[in-house]
């Protein structure tokens, strides 16, 4: 059901009529650090309203060092590492309150899937699905840095479903509602 409204979304900001100039593809370079490969495209529709997409893949391998984690911790621990890989998929509806779409400020509703398999490396190995599914709102600004270069910020409210799945000796499973912040920053190539 979660999937088919995602799919919805995007299939119907692809059916919006598009002249030349009226995509701007975009991407995150912080996400490179965090090991979020993300590529999104906005299409400029008319008037107000943009329709944009973002989807990526998630992974990321991270090492721990056993004794440095026990003393942060305060635990005894034999946990080595985490490891990371999934997807995330966005499709998203703004409203610019400026006389013309794609520049200025912005407010937008999103909806948001995250599905990461994480597999702790301990003496024993354990592995857990976490999938996150929800939505909420920004406001944002897009600015032109050159004729095509575009910047864009925003932040705002989101809540998300989270359910997960555990296998092996993985411990930690969560399945309620989240609240939290959605904040960030692109880049983006005008077409």
Not at 165 to 173: L, P, Q
Request: hydrophobic share 45%; net charge positive; proline share 4%.
């Amino acid at each position: 059901m979660r999937s088919g409204v995602v799919l919805l979304a995007i299939l119907s900001a692809l059916q919006l009529p598009a002249q030349t100039g009226d995509w701007v593809v975009k991407s995150n370079p912080f996400g490179l650090f965090a090991g979020q490969f993300q590529l999104g495209a906005e299409r400029l529709g008319e008037g107000p309203l943009t329709y944009q997409c973002t989807a990526g893949y998630v992974r990321s391998a991270l090492e721990l060092n056993t004794s440095d984690l026990e003393s942060l911790l305060g635990v005894r621990t034999s946990l080595n590492a985490v490891d990371w890989n999934g997807f995330v998929v966005q499709p998203e509806v703004r409203l610019f309150l400026s006389a013309k779409a794609g520049k200025g400020m912005y407010i937008a509703a999103f909806a948001r899937v995250r599905s990461i398999r994480r597999v702790m490396v301990t003496n024993f190995t354990g592995i857990q699905h976490r999938t996150a599914v929800g939505g909420g709102g920004v406001l944002g600004g897009q600015f032109n840095l050159t004729p095509r270069l575009i910047g864009d910020l925003f932040i705002g409210p989101q809540m998300k479903s989270v359910t997960s799945s555990y296998s092996g000796h993985f411990v930690y499973a969560e399945g309620e509602w989240v609240p939290g912040i959605r904040f960030g920053m692109s880049l983006g190539w005008r077409l």
